[in-house]
């Protein structure tokens, strides 16, 4: 065969690398045998020492060939530079024919691209986003890929840590799965090339901002630069307190967040287990690195308080727990009653005052185990109390207990006061008619009741009259009138002079006995003439003679007189 070597040609004329190209060319058989075309193409620039490809899965370094066959054949030409090519042309009766010539491959730049940084937007998922963000100590990785066109492209990768280090390394030979901090994976074809993903890795020493410089070298001499920013963070810690603990429920409380080292700024939010506490998010961070919130706790409960500090500059976000215990609010009940004590039928108020007063809750009042009537879960007044009035209490004494029914955070309490009953008091008055008396002359002694209080019964029972201390015959137990009050008595054999008169009033069971200031009764002596009869008016010298004196008690006064009769003579008594 005859190989016209001005038709071999290349469409496009002047390829570049990664393009696919055709190679097409024109041959004759002088017998006009079938040809069959074999294009071999030594598969590395003609100015390239030592080129390393992957064939196969397989790193092969120092130059290999490959063929295609066709008319025209198609090839991509995996990196830039001169290619030799040789065209060999057979005929069907094995004659062939050979020519060779020279491809000029323009070099495509490659581009360094790095993941997105990772922010409180955009979550860090894994192998989607750099973090910008690491703790002092941990690996800083970057990770990114370069754009470039051939699959076998010799990449030269140099990155600056921004703290004097620098790594270099390229993904050709030797074999070097982690170079210098530099992980290379097997390049993916995709639309606009192929894709070198790459991992990169360093551990700084001191927190800091650090601008990472990654720059990739091409085989031509060109590069491509991207940069991003790195933070160090110092690792911080951050305790909170509670001031008191354990406290009640409505008392304040103050929790205090402290974060070491002390930061340059920054804010602390209080949380209530997952809730955010009201006013305290958000809390600017004092120079000496606390923060505080001060609260009024009313749940009564074990609290799981957390400080979260915000982290800011290159201070590194941290947090801190602490139980907080709200315990009830023990109260206690003091009881008081007016009056106590107190008389039967007699209106007493008692009077439960809670100590701390508590926002709510009802008070009830009982008389031994019997509630008192009216008196059942009264509501406390805005100032602690509550009262309970009754008049229904019995005689004796009588245990009353008021009881504190609890509010919201508030306990329960109680309190006991002993009550005496007594029955309403008495006092009798005497008076006598008439005043003064004379001997004979019926006397009436009137007593008159009278009662501390007026009760719904009328007093009853009776009155005893007595006369210089002895009972009055017929007057011992004279009954009291219940609409007068009053009880009397006759008398009518006090003899002259001065009688102390007195009277007793007996009681029931609702009034008290009471004795009645003695009474003086004058008893004067009654008016009388004396009559003188004999029955011989006249008489001789020496001869007796009866004289009769007659003593009458004049009205109206009555009587028998007593006593002596002295007669006279003149002046001289007989």
């Given at each position: 065969?005859?190989?016209?070597?001005?038709?071999?040609?290349?469409?496009?004329?002047?390829?570049?690398?990664?393009?696919?190209?055709?190679?097409?060319?024109?041959?004759?058989?002088?017998?006009?045998?079938?040809?069959?075309?074999?294009?071999?193409?030594?598969?590395?620039?003609?100015?390239?020492?030592?080129?390393?490809?992957?064939?196969?899965?397989?790193?092969?370094?120092?130059?290999?060939?490959?063929?295609?066959?066709?008319?025209?054949?198609?090839?991509?030409?995996?990196?830039?530079?001169?290619?030799?090519?040789?065209?060999?042309?057979?005929?069907?009766?094995?004659?062939?024919?050979?020519?060779?010539?020279?491809?000029?491959?323009?070099?495509?730049?490659?581009?360094?691209?790095?993941?997105?940084?990772?922010?409180?937007?955009?979550?860090?998922?894994?192998?989607?986003?750099?973090?910008?963000?690491?703790?002092?100590?941990?690996?800083?990785?970057?990770?990114?890929?370069?754009?470039?066109?051939?699959?076998?492209?010799?990449?030269?990768?140099?990155?600056?840590?921004?703290?004097?280090?620098?790594?270099?390394?390229?993904?050709?030979?030797?074999?070097?799965?982690?170079?210098?901090?530099?992980?290379?994976?097997?390049?993916?074809?995709?639309?606009?090339?192929?894709?070198?993903?790459?991992?990169?890795?360093?551990?700084?020493?001191?927190?800091?901002?650090?601008?990472?410089?990654?720059?990739?070298?091409?085989?031509?001499?060109?590069?491509?630069?991207?940069?991003?920013?790195?933070?160090?963070?110092?690792?911080?810690?951050?305790?909170?307190?509670?001031?008191?603990?354990?406290?009640?429920?409505?008392?304040?409380?103050?929790?205090?967040?402290?974060?070491?080292?002390?930061?340059?700024?920054?804010?602390?939010?209080?949380?209530?287990?997952?809730?955010?506490?009201?006013?305290?998010?958000?809390?600017?961070?004092?120079?000496?690195?606390?923060?505080?919130?001060?609260?009024?706790?009313?749940?009564?409960?074990?609290?799981?308080?957390?400080?979260?500090?915000?982290?800011?500059?290159?201070?590194?976000?941290?947090?801190?727990t602490l139980i907080h215990t709200v315990n009830s609010v023990q109260t206690s009940l003091t009881l008081t009653a007016d009056p106590n004590p107190s008389m039967v039928e007699q209106e007493v108020t008692f009077t439960a005052a809670v100590s701390p007063v508590?926002?709510?809750?009802?008070?009830?009042?009982?008389?031994?185990?019997?509630?008192?009537?009216?008196?059942?879960?009264?509501?406390?007044?805005?100032?602690?109390?509550?009262?309970?009035?009754?008049?229904?209490?019995?005689?004796?004494?009588?245990?009353?207990?008021?009881?504190?029914?609890?509010?919201?955070?508030?306990?329960?309490?109680?309190?006991?006061?002993?009550?005496?009953?007594?029955?309403?008091?008495?006092?009798?008055?005497?008076?006598?008619?008439?005043?003064?008396?004379?001997?004979?002359?019926?006397?009436t002694v009137t007593a008159t009741l009278s009662a501390s209080m007026t009760g719904t019964t009328a007093p009853s029972g009776t009155v005893g009259f007595s006369a210089d201390g002895t009972a009055i015959p017929g007057c011992e137990s004279r009954p009291l009138?219940?609409?007068?009050?009053?009880?009397?008595?006759?008398?009518?054999?006090?003899?002259?002079?001065?009688?102390?008169?007195?009277?007793?009033?007996?009681?029931?069971?609702?009034?008290?006995?009471?004795?009645?200031?003695?009474?003086?009764?004058?008893?004067?002596?009654?008016?009388?003439?004396?009559?003188?009869?004999?029955?011989?008016?006249?008489?001789?010298?020496?001869?007796?003679?009866?004289?009769?004196?007659?003593?009458?008690?004049?009205?109206?006064?009555?009587?028998?007189?007593?006593?002596?009769?002295?007669?006279?003579?003149?002046?001289?008594?007989?």
């Amino acid at each position: 065969p005859v190989i016209d070597p001005a038709s071999i040609s290349l469409f496009p004329a002047n390829p570049v690398q990664g393009q696919e190209v055709e190679l097409r060319a024109q041959a004759t058989s002088p017998v006009g045998a079938e040809l069959t075309y074999r294009w071999v193409i030594k598969d590395k620039p003609l100015d390239d020492v030592l080129h390393c490809t992957i064939v196969d899965g397989s790193l092969v370094c120092g130059g290999h060939t490959v063929t295609v066959t066709g008319n025209p054949a198609k090839y991509v030409f995996p990196t830039s530079g001169e290619f030799e090519i040789r065209l060999e042309v057979t005929d069907s009766e094995g004659r062939r024919a050979t020519t060779d010539f020279k491809v000029n491959v323009t070099a495509v730049p490659a581009e360094v691209h790095l993941l997105t940084p990772c922010s409180d937007f955009l979550p860090c998922a894994p192998g989607f986003f750099n973090n910008v963000k690491v703790p002092l100590g941990t690996a800083t990785v970057v990770k990114g890929w370069i754009q470039h066109a051939g699959p076998h492209d010799v990449l030269a990768l140099t990155v600056d840590w921004g703290d004097g280090v620098s790594n270099v390394t390229t993904n050709t030979a030797p074999p070097c799965p982690q170079c210098n901090g530099i992980v290379f994976l097997s390049p993916t074809k995709m639309e606009d090339g192929y894709h070198t993903a790459f991992e990169l890795s360093h551990t700084y020493g001191r927190p800091g901002h650090y601008t990472v410089t990654v720059t990739v070298e091409y085989p031509s001499g060109t590069t491509d630069t991207a940069t991003i920013t790195e933070t160090v963070l110092q690792p911080t810690t951050t305790s909170v307190t509670a001031d008191p603990n354990p406290s009640v429920a409505g008392q304040p409380v103050t929790y205090t967040a402290t974060v070491s080292p002390v930061p340059t700024g920054g804010t602390v939010t209080f949380r209530d287990g997952s809730a955010f506490i009201s006013g305290c998010m958000d809390v600017p961070l004092a120079g000496d690195g606390t923060a505080t919130c001060t609260v009024t706790p009313t749940t009564v409960a074990p609290h799981t308080i957390s400080a979260w500090y915000s982290g800011h500059d290159v201070y590194e976000a941290s947090s801190g727990t602490l139980i907080h215990t709200v315990n009830s609010v023990q109260t206690s009940l003091t009881l008081t009653a007016d009056p106590n004590p107190s008389m039967v039928e007699q209106e007493v108020t008692f009077t439960a005052a809670v100590s701390p007063v508590p926002t709510g809750g009802t008070v009830t009042f009982t008389d031994g185990n019997t509630i008192i009537p009216g008196c059942d879960a009264l509501a406390l007044a805005t100032d602690g109390t509550a009262t309970c009035t009754t008049a229904g209490l019995g005689l004796g004494e009588h245990s009353i207990t008021a009881s504190y029914s609890g509010h919201d955070f508030y306990d329960g309490s109680s309190g006991t006061v002993t009550q005496t009953v007594n029955k309403i008091a008495t006092s009798l008055g005497l008076a006598a008619q008439p005043s003064p008396s004379v001997w004979g002359q019926e006397v009436t002694v009137t007593a008159t009741l009278s009662a501390s209080m007026t009760g719904t019964t009328a007093p009853s029972g009776t009155v005893g009259f007595s006369a210089d201390g002895t009972a009055i015959p017929g007057c011992e137990s004279r009954p009291l009138d219940p609409t007068a009050l009053t009880a009397t008595c006759t008398i009518a054999g006090l003899g002259a002079g001065e009688h102390s008169i007195g009277a007793a009033y007996s009681g029931d069971d609702v009034y008290a006995p009471s004795d009645a200031p003695a009474l003086t009764q004058t008893v004067q002596q009654a008016a009388s003439s004396t009559s003188l009869t004999t029955a011989r008016p006249v008489v001789t010298a020496g001869e007796s003679v009866t004289l009769t004196a007659t003593v009458t008690v004049l009205p109206p006064w009555a009587g028998v007189p007593t006593g002596t009769v002295t007669f006279y003579a003149g002046a001289l008594p007989l």
